[in-house]
C-alpha cells in the first residue's frame, strides 16, 4: 500500500467511524484528527469521492522567480545535446554560452521537464532521435552507449511505438439522479498518450469490446497503423473463457494480443490511473458543479469536447511526449510503426529468393494495406 492510499484510508475511517458512532467528536478523538479536518474530509469526499481525499501539497510555485524562457529552452537543450552532463557542468558550458544559470536553477528547469536523472535525459534523447530523424553528435552516441551497457528494466511498460501497446481500463463515474450509474470505458496508447473515452451506464464484457470497436480500432486502421497489444486488469470485463467472453472474443477476432495487470497490483496500469485522476480533476469535478446532466448523450457530448482539448491542445510531460501534445506526439512518430510492419510483412520474403523478391515490390504501398488481410496472410 502506498503513502497515498495509507492517508486516504485514514481519512475513509474517521468518516466511517463518525458514521457508525453517530458521534464526531468521539470518531476524531480516536482516529487523532480534529474536528475542523473531519468536516474538511467530508466536504471533499462528497464533492470529489476517494480521490479528493489524497495528500495534495499546498506549495504554489512563484512564477515570478523562475528563469526567463529563452534561458529555460538553453537548459532543456543541453539537456537533450549533452545528457551526460550534471547540473553543474551544464551550468558552466551554459555560461560559455552566455546564458547565466545557477547549478541549481539548472535542476529546477529539468525538474519541470521530467529530466533531473540521466536515464530521464536519455529517454528524452531516444524520443527525439525517433521522432525527428536527428543526427547525433558523438557525445550523445556515447551517452546512448553507456546506457545500452548499463540498462536494467524493472517494472517499466514496454513500449516503442504507436499501436505498440494500448491500456485500458473502467473508472466509475459516479451516480446521477435521473441518469444512474456511470462507467467510463477509457483506452490510452501508452506511446503517444493519446486517450479515448466512452461512457456507459454498465459495466461489463460487451461495452468493454465496444468501445475498441466503436473508437480505437477504426483509429488506428485511418492512420495506417495496427493495434498489437491491450494492457487491462484482471476485472471480469476484460477476462473470462475465450469461447464464451465477448471481450476475449473480439481480440481474437482482430489478432491482438492481450496482457493482464499483476494481481493486486493495479499501479501496474499507471497510465490509466494517472489519466483518472486527470479527467476528474480537470473535468468532472468541474462539468459537475456547472451543468445539471439528464442524460449520458449530453455527458458523453461535453466528454469529448474535453477529450479534444486533451489530445490536440494540452500539452504532456510524459515520456515520449515532452511538451508535445499526444496527438502530435503520435503524427510525429507514426513512422516507426510504419517500419516495424514493414519489417514483419519483409519476414517471408527471403532477400536470394528473387522471385519473392519481385512478388513483394510489385505490392501497393504501405498506406493502401489492408491491415486485417495482412494478419490473416501472415498467421496462415
Known amino acids: 500500500m502506498t503513502t497515498q492510499e495509507k492517508i486516504i484510508k485514514n481519512k475513509l475511517g474517521v468518516l466511517e467511524l463518525a458514521n457508525m458512532l453517530g458521534n464526531v467528536s468521539k470518531a476524531c478523538k480516536v482516529m487523532g484528527y480534529?474536528?475542523?479536518?473531519?468536516?474538511?474530509?467530508?466536504?471533499?469526499?462528497?464533492?470529489?469521492?476517494?480521490?479528493?481525499?489524497?495528500?495534495?501539497?499546498?506549495?504554489?510555485?512563484?512564477?515570478?522567480?523562475?528563469?526567463?524562457?529563452?534561458?529555460?529552452?538553453?537548459?532543456?537543450?543541453?539537456?537533450?545535446?549533452?545528457?551526460?552532463?550534471?547540473?553543474?557542468?551544464?551550468?558552466?558550458?551554459?555560461?560559455?554560452?552566455?546564458?547565466?544559470?545557477?547549478?541549481?536553477?539548472?535542476?529546477?528547469?529539468?525538474?519541470?521537464?521530467?529530466?533531473?536523472?540521466?536515464?530521464?535525459?536519455?529517454?528524452?534523447?531516444?524520443?527525439?532521435?525517433?521522432?525527428?530523424?536527428?543526427?547525433?553528435?558523438?557525445?550523445?552516441?556515447?551517452?546512448?552507449?553507456?546506457?545500452?551497457?548499463?540498462?536494467?528494466?524493472?517494472?517499466?511498460?514496454?513500449?516503442?511505438?504507436?499501436?505498440?501497446?494500448?491500456?485500458?481500463?473502467?473508472?466509475?463515474?459516479?451516480?446521477?439522479?435521473?441518469?444512474?450509474?456511470?462507467?467510463?470505458?477509457?483506452?490510452?496508447?501508452?506511446?503517444?498518450?493519446?486517450?479515448?473515452?466512452?461512457?456507459?451506464?454498465?459495466?461489463?464484457?460487451?461495452?468493454?469490446?465496444?468501445?475498441?470497436?466503436?473508437?480505437?480500432?477504426?483509429?488506428?486502421?485511418?492512420?495506417?497503423?495496427?493495434?498489437?497489444?491491450?494492457?487491462?486488469?484482471r476485472g471480469t470485463e476484460y477476462c473470462g473463457n475465450r469461447e464464451e467472453h465477448e471481450y476475449q472474443l473480439y481480440l481474437a477476432l482482430e489478432d491482438i494480443d492481450h496482457t493482464k495487470t499483476k494481481a493486486k497490483s493495479p499501479q501496474t496500469n499507471g497510465i490509466c490511473e494517472r489519466f483518472h485522476r486527470t479527467i476528474q480533476e480537470e473535468f468532472y469535478a468541474i462539468a459537475f458543479r456547472k451543468k445539471l446532466y439528464n442524460n449520458l448523450q449530453d455527458l458523453q457530448k461535453d466528454v469529448d469536447s474535453w477529450l479534444n482539448y486533451y489530445n490536440n491542445d494540452r500539452t504532456h510531460t510524459g515520456k515520449y511526449c515532452y511538451g508535445k501534445t499526444p496527438m502530435q506526439t503520435f503524427k510525429d512518430s507514426l513512422h516507426l510503426a510504419k517500419d516495424k510492419l514493414l519489417e514483419k510483412i519483409m519476414q517471408p520474403y527471403a532477400l536470394n529468393d528473387n522471385k519473392k523478391m519481385a512478388d513483394f515490390t510489385s505490392q501497393p504501398s504501405i498506406e493502401g494495406f489492408n491491415w486485417r488481410a495482412i494478419s490473416t496472410q501472415s498467421d496462415s
Open 34 to 233: 480534529s474536528r475542523d479536518s473531519f468536516y474538511r474530509f467530508k466536504e471533499l469526499y462528497e464533492e470529489g469521492g476517494e480521490l479528493a481525499l489524497q495528500e495534495i501539497s499546498r506549495r504554489k510555485p512563484i512564477v515570478k522567480n523562475r528563469v526567463e524562457e529563452l534561458v529555460e529552452k538553453a537548459v532543456v537543450k543541453m539537456a537533450i545535446d549533452m545528457p551526460a552532463f550534471g547540473q553543474l557542468r551544464a551550468s558552466n558550458e551554459l555560461k560559455k554560452q552566455g546564458v547565466v544559470v545557477s547549478p541549481g536553477g539548472v535542476r529546477s528547469v529539468w525538474l519541470r521537464h521530467d529530466l533531473e536523472t540521466f536515464q530521464k535525459r536519455l529517454k528524452a534523447l531516444s524520443a527525439k532521435v525517433s521522432q525527428e530523424g536527428i543526427i547525433l553528435t558523438d557525445e550523445q552516441v556515447a551517452a546512448l552507449e553507456r546506457a545500452k551497457a548499463e540498462k536494467v528494466a524493472q517494472g517499466e511498460i514496454e513500449t516503442h511505438h504507436p499501436g505498440y501497446l494500448g491500456a485500458q481500463d473502467t473508472y466509475y463515474v459516479g451516480n446521477i439522479k435521473g441518469v444512474g450509474h456511470i462507467y467510463q470505458q477509457t483506452f490510452i496508447d501508452t506511446y503517444s498518450k493519446v486517450a479515448f473515452v466512452k461512457l456507459y451506464d454498465r459495466k461489463n464484457a460487451l461495452v468493454a469490446a465496444d468501445v475498441l470497436n466503436d473508437k480505437i480500432v477504426p483509429f488506428f486502421e485511418q492512420n495506417d497503423v495496427r493495434l498489437l497489444r491491450v494492457l487491462t486488469d
